[in-house]
């Protein structure tokens, strides 16, 4: 199977955010195999347009997220009907139909490039189905290091997916990049592999080394960033710790153990699906984490370059491994 | 003792005797503090750890008269002071629709 060429076959299950998914065309980026999990298959079928619509004429819906571009044009929608599901709007970057139990996609994308339609399945699509399906995401990027993961949580804008992207290429393995599916279990919690899709910045990547660079994986596509598929995990693992990164004045980088409940649940993901069961299930989950996993506030530099960060992150998690 | 600032009108309702928490109010321990979250209302209300610590024996117990002595053996406290923290802490809990009177039994 070649990256960027899709081709009709019998079907392929795989897995990401601990959903597994069965689909009619190749879906690069997922993880081979079963997820090792007891949730139900998701079923992915590749449509077109005009059946998306029809199958959502006559709904009676909410639009539960609407961002634009700079100038106005539409960058993403997301309604919500109670009995279609849930109906994603990308233009350039596909339409998809999510049944409101998560079981069942019709995705309605352009062939070529697949980075553009991986992009959306990857950071908005399996997330919604593995919340419906009962798992629990947070907006985090994690790496894994000698069999466990770890996770780090930053307000966009701070430079996460590049400090993900430095960690990878500095030894760790990728394991998810935006949304993080966690699981909490009587004694420990398990983090799901997310996409294997990386966005980074080509300045970033200019940082590093032959070597280095060869841990991302290929360059599959180019828009503002270079998008790479790195090699992954291949399952579920034990979350080892969680890192709330900031950035802020110019004292060297620091860590305190100093994290309060609302830093949980103001880093939940998917935050339009707000279903009673849903937000009882989020608290549970943060409540879970918090007793559960180490968490540490990392504070560095706003002039801290991301390689700086990742060093001192891999530095502690290789010291906790 | 309490963990939340304490609403002055709450304090002229006549309390129950025995309360219990509804269905819509879900509630969580941290580290350092316990999450209150109403689904109703979509709204979360911190406690601290005390405050925590009182909710989870309403949840148990109901009556706040046997609350407020296992408090009091708790923390080592003089029962009757534990019970006016324990009252006042109730007031605001109705307030905030977080407890309700629980229904004698039939």
Redesign the interface.
Known sequence: MTAGRLERSAGWAEHAFGVQVESDVPVPGLVGGAPRTPRPVTSLTRVGVREIERAWEGASSTRVRDERHPDRSLLMAIDEDPERGYRIDTPGHGQWLVSPDGARVLAAFEYEPVWRWQLVLFAQVLPLVATLRGAELLHASAVAVDGSAYAFVAPSGTGKSSVSMHLVAQGAEFFADDALAVEIGSARVTAHPGGRLVNAHAHELAKLDEHARARLGPVIGTSTKLHLEPPSVRGPLPLAALYFLERRGHDPIAVNDDVDPTMFLANTFVLHVRTPDRMARQLSVCAGLARTVPTRRVRAPTDAEAPEVARFLLDRMERLA | MIGFVSDPHAAEAPLPSSVQVPQ?V?Y??????T?V?N??T?K?H?LNRTAGRMLELLDAESALDETATKLSNEYRRPREQVLGDLEAFCRDLLARKLIEPKPPRA
């Open positions: 819509h879900v969580r321990h941290f580290a350092a503090e999450v979250l689904l109703q979509g979360y911190g």
